[in-house]
């Protein structure tokens, strides 16, 4: 089992900065792949941003070259730093993590609210 708790979100300006954290707690040897989701109002979740293991990482071409996901060292922490916010990236931000010990499984987190506005 992983657990995965979400922190980071709130309200800024467009143009201005957030750091999203997910903490992972649990089985965390078992993830191999940690994703950041989001989902505004009306629309269906989508991919913004994902790392692997090795350090791979992929963005959705929305976000591309404003925001960056990375990892802690102890790996049980993954980060989404924002630069050059939009008012269309306002959504629920979410974490996934996907294991594959004893067998494959994804987690989600609860989400954290970011909302860009003047």
């Known amino acids: 089992q992983v657990q995965l708790v979400e922190s980071g979100g709130g309200v800024v300006q467009p143009g201005g900065s957030l750091r999203l954290s997910c903490v992972a707690s649990?089985?965390?040897?078992?993830?191999?792949?940690m994703h950041w989701y989001r989902q505004a109002p009306g629309k269906q979740r989508e991919l913004v941003a994902r790392?692997?293991?090795?350090?791979?990482?992929d963005y959705s071409d929305s976000v591309k070259g404003r925001f960056t996901v990375s990892t802690s060292n102890a790996k049980d922490t993954v980060y989404l730093q924002m630069s050059s916010l939009k008012p269309e990236d306002t959504a629920v931000y979410y974490c996934?993590?996907?294991?594959?010990?004893?067998?494959?499984?994804?987690?989600w987190g609860q989400g954290t609210q970011v909302t860009v506005s003047s």
């Open positions: 996934r993590a996907e294991s594959n010990a004893p067998r494959y499984r994804d987690y």
């Open positions: 649990g089985s965390i040897s078992s993830i191999f792949y």
């Open positions: 790392i692997n293991l090795v350090g791979y990482t």
